[in-house]
């Protein structure tokens, strides 16, 4: 039922696809649907497969979830979480995991071992090895733009026929289509994204929002057990749960997130630096700017193209500006109109310029002032009106 938008997405792309070559080419909109949507599973599939993809309202718990505290004691045995991409955020997530007792198994493009190694973690070449040890839970935390190969790449039958497949991506529908379209039917699926990272979320993650999706979990079964667990791992961090369609939650991130990335971007191109008065409101902005540039610029890049509703944001972002900027110089200008319609008569207007002319404020610069905006800031001394000398245009 809920895969209705998504099937909507589908056409949208396969329309387009099918477009007669001399069309102009796809837009980045339309890019991005196709990257979203290539893997959307046919519906057929869904109902083969028994997922159940049922429509999700937001709920946010600010305390334990009931559903999850209920299937998860004190007596379970801690699990075994696979990190496939231990970079920044990986690195960041494991040390909860291991804090709470989780064993940890990781594996990236690049060699961590010496890191692993120091700190207790079991860390793989490749993710072949990882997989022969068969996690109760597959943890993606590669970049964006990276998961689709890497998803790709992972050795599913060396896997548990339940795994769990979890990720932390900054968006969310893709993903999700990803897993349905890669995963067999037996492997669990839950979409999740912290809203936080090493910066905002260094000190704690208590009263932080925590976002996930139970995409396709087997009610009642020992995987739904450990995937509660595994959810169960934020919550004893004081995150906020928040339980959200992928759909839902990309709609919120392109307005929130989004935003918040692109203007810490803009900013960064200002070289903005800190002063002896800066105000409360400048030192946000400066903190922001850090944050914002501290993350990779492939995240940034993945949460504006695959996250379809990226696209309309940066045109309102281009939009605001534009109607803040006409506010200002629309007034200026209306300074300026006033300045050249009362002080130099027009052809056939020359009479009633220079009734008008009478009325001007002193304070308002002369068409050779109009030059110099400044003059606009630096009101000069009255002066004496010589209208004679207010040359007339020609008749
Ligand atoms: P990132 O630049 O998005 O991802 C870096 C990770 O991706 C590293 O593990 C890196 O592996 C791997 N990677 C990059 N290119 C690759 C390629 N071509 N092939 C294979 N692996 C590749 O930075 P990040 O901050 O660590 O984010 C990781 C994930 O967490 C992202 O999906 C992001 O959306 C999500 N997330 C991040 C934050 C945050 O605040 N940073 C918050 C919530 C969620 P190597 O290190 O081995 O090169």
Redesign the pocket.
Known sequence: MASFHICHYKSTFQSKAHSPPNQSPPSILTSQVALISKYTPYKPNCTKFNISIRPKHTQIYNHVDQSIESSSTAHESPLTIGI??????????VKVLKRQGHNVLAT?????SDYCQQHGIEYFRDVDGLCSQQPDAIL????????E??IRKIPIHKLKPNTIFA?????KLFPRNLFLEVLPPGFGIVCT?????????KHSWAGLPFVYDKVRITENSIQEQKCNQLLSIFEKEGCLMVEMSCEEHDRHAAGSQFITHTIGRILSHLNLESTPISTKGYETLLQLTENTV??????YY??FMYNVNATGQIENLDRALETVKQKLFGRLHDILRKQIVERVPMQGLAHKKREVSTSTAYFLPNTHGIKDLNSLAMPSPPRERKEEAVPLAPD
């Open positions: 496939v991409g231990f970079g920044n955020f990986g690195q960041f997530i990236s493009r690049s060699d961590y993606v935390c590669c970049s964006i733009l990276s998961t190969s890497v990720d932390v991506l900054s968006v994204h912290p809203m936080f990272g090493p910066e905002s979320g501290s993350d990779s610029f492939d995240l993945g949460l």
